[in-house]
Structures are given as structure tokens and as C-alpha cells.
């Protein structure tokens, strides 16, 4: 199937810890978007990337870091510098262009103890 | 980025019409309009997007106005599954090109 994976569906985690979330796409997509997302709260941007070896920050990109050596993957490393990472994470792809939309994967729910 | 505004919250009867509104007044020429919604704990889905003509999929129609200030997502028979939090988000350009930011986004709620 063609679609978005994002694992673990549940995650957790020592406080201290460096943790990564992974995200696969098999879209061929050019652009891929991490989001955190707090209870209640609407989507906020912590890094995204529109070509390989290439990505920018977010509106939150302190306290995490990402990588895109393959276009099909995305890994976001939530490292302890970032004081509150409990939190739902999404991962999104999109193909190129300007007229495309993103597609999301089911998230991954991160809990720090 | 163009900024987006949203009501926080809409309520609507089975079976009617729901109009989500949303005001992009700093949008620019060539940013495009999308909608998502997001059922709780799950990945938003894509709805529908538009430029400056009106636009109608199987799920809903967008109405973006002349002066592309503002824009209302219709769905037209609303169920209770249509219960959600919508978005309206504009694509940034420019420097942000590519960039996709949410806002806080308005909780439809579905009543029988």
C-alpha cells in the first residue's frame, strides 16, 4: 500500500533521553513536515523539508533535529535539550509543486517520565 | 505566512449545511487556500484547496471570496461523522515557500 508510516504508535522515554521518531513515505513525495500537536491545541511546525539534504525550521525547532539523506524518510530526534516533549507528533509528505496537498500519517504519541 | 482566523468553535444539526469561515487577509497572489479536519488522534485529512475560483469535491465546496480576503468551507448534508476540528491554512511563498502552518482551527461539533 501507498501511504505514510509513522512508528511507534505509542512511545516512551526516560527524561534525559535522546529519542527518535521515525517516518517512512512510498509516495515519491519531494516534501516532508514534522508537527507537535498538545492536547487541545492546533498543529505546530517543527521542521520541514522540500528536497533530499535539504530542510528548514519550524516555528518550534528548538530541542529537536531531523535528517533527509532519503527522500522516502524523515526521522525527527526529540533530544533532551527540549523541555517539554511529551506531546503528539505528525508526520506529513507532500509531492512537489504548488498546487499539492500534504497527506499525514496517524502520529506518534511520545510520553517523557 | 499569511495568517488565517478561524472560530473556535461551530455547532450544526444533522443533515444541514455547515459554513466554517475563515479570514487570510495578508494572503498574497499566488498562496492557495487548503482545508483539513482532524478527528480526534488522528492525522488531519485533506478536504479541499483553491486559488481564487470556487471549488467543489466529493466531500465539500470552498467559496473563496473576490478579493481572496476570506473563505468558507461548505459541507453541505453535515453528519455526525463530519464532527472534527477544521483548518484552513495557507500555503506559504516566497522565502516560506513549501511552509504549511496550522492555526488553532474550529471545533465542528454534529448534533442530532
Known amino acids: 500500500d501507498g501511504g505514510i508510516t509513522q512508528s511507534p504508535k505509542y512511545l516512551f522515554r526516560k527524561e534525559g533521553q535522546n529519542v527518535t521518531l521515525s517516518c517512512e513515505q512510498n509516495?515519491?513525495?519531494?516534501?516532508m513536515y514534522w508537527y507537535r500537536q498538545d492536547p487541545g491545541q492546533g498543529l505546530r511546525l517543527i521542521y520541514y523539508s522540500q528536497i533530499v539534504n535539504d530542510f528548514q525550521k519550524g516555528d518550534i525547532a528548538e530541542g529537536y533535529s531531523v535528517s533527509r539523506e532519503k527522500k522516502e524518510s524523515f526521522p525527527l530526534t526529540v533530544t533532551s535539550a527540549q523541555k517539554n516533549p511529551t506531546a503528539f507528533y505528525l508526520c506529513a509528505s507532500r509531492p512537489g509543486g504548488t498546487n499539492t496537498e500534504a497527506f499525514f500519517g496517524q502520529g506518534t504519541r511520545l510520553t517523557v517520565v | 505566512d499569511a495568517k488565517t482566523t478561524q472560530p473556535p468553535s461551530m455547532d450544526c444539526a444533522e443533515g444541514r449545511a455547515a459554513n466554517l469561515p475563515c479570514n487570510h487577509s495578508t494572503i498574497s497572489g499566488n498562496e492557495y487556500v487548503y482545508w483539513y479536519r482532524q478527528i480526534h488522534s488522528q492525522g488531519p485529512q485533506y478536504i479541499i484547496h483553491g486559488l481564487k475560483n470556487n471549488e467543489t469535491n466529493e466531500m465539500a465546496s470552498l467559496i473563496i471570496t473576490e478579493d481572496r480576503k476570506s473563505s468558507t468551507l461548505i459541507l453541505p448534508h453535515a453528519t455526525l461523522r463530519d464532527t472534527a476540528v477544521y483548518y484552513c491554512i495557507v500555503r506559504g511563498g516566497g522565502t516560506s515557500y513549501g511552509k504549511l502552518t496550522f492555526g488553532q482551527g474550529t471545533i465542528l461539533t454534529v448534533h442530532p
Open positions: 509516495l515519491n513525495h519531494d516534501a
